[in-house]
């Protein structure tokens, strides 16, 4: 475990460098680019993030088998995040003929819980919705459930879908649907792990529900810390 933290670590601030020059050159800081170079960045921005993904999911896992994760709570504007959100992940959506639109309540309305676990387990599900999803959509949600104790997240996709047997697997350790030599899709099966483990971490509860060949939908609910703490 120590050897891989340190190689995750040594791998990624690297890589981080290489996606910031990259996005620098792509919004033409550095020059203007032709339409080739244009679309040669935005595939190569693609793999990078897919690859920065990747050594997060590793050193998540880490962390959270090395029992060294201590939640921090704090106030989180849940519009700010989707919209946050939806806008960092437009550009790959697009890049794939995917749609990408959100869904949350006109007034504002906050959760306390860990930001950074939550926007781990959203980005998991989103990158997972976009990766295997090759026409229609992808709507992020949220709402807030049992008089506002909870708020309800959903990413659904119009994607692949996953067969009702396995449904549950999908978020045991390194479990991949596609596990032959030419798998078409890349990832490395922790992705849904971390999803359930950071969910349980917070008392919330994941759910998944989804018909192959028309999409999935991931919803993760997520107790409000203070009024559960009050209770
Ligand atoms: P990874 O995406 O790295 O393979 P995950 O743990 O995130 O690993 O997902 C495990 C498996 O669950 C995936 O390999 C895929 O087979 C299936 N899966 C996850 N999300 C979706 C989705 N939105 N649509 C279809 N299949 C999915």
Redesign the pocket.
């Known amino acids: 475990d120590d050897f891989l933290s340190v190689m995750s670590h040594e791998l990624k601030t690297p890589l981080v460098v290489v996606i910031g020059y990259a996005e620098l050159l792509k919004n033409g800081a550095i020059g203007a680019l032709n339409q080739e170079q244009q679309e040669a960045l935005e595939r190569m921005l693609g793999s990078t993030s897919e690859q920065l993904n990747i050594i997060n999911n590793i050193l998540e896992t880490i962390q959270l088998e090395a029992n060294t994760i201590v939640p921090t709570y704090q106030l989180v504007d849940v519009q700010d995040l989707i919209e946050t959100l939806k806008s960092e992940y437009d550009s790959r959506a697009n890049n794939k003929g995917v749609k990408l639109g959100c869904r949350h309540s006109a007034t504002p309305f906050q959760i306390i819980t860990d930001p950074a676990m939550l926007k781990q387990i959203l980005h998991?599900l989103i990158n997972?919705?976009i990766?295997?999803t090759n026409r229609g959509s992808v709507t992020l949600s949220a709402r807030k459930v049992g008089n506002g104790k909870k708020v309800e997240f959903s990413v659904s996709?119009t994607?692949?879908?996953?067969p009702k047997e396995t449904q549950e697997a999908?978020f045991e350790k390194f479990?991949?649907?596609?596990n032959t030599d030419t798998r078409r899709?890349g990832?490395?099966?922790?992705?849904?792990?971390i999803v359930k483990e950071l969910t349980d971490f917070l008392h919330g509860e994941v759910q998944v529900e989804?018909e192959p060949r028309k999409g999935?939908s991931?919803t993760v609910r997520i107790p409000n810390a203070k009024i559960a703490a009050r209770e």
Do not use: E
């Open positions: 998991n997972n919705a990766k295997f996709d994607g692949i879908g996953i999908i479990y991949q649907l596609d899709y990832g490395v099966g922790l992705g849904l792990h989804s999935s991931f």
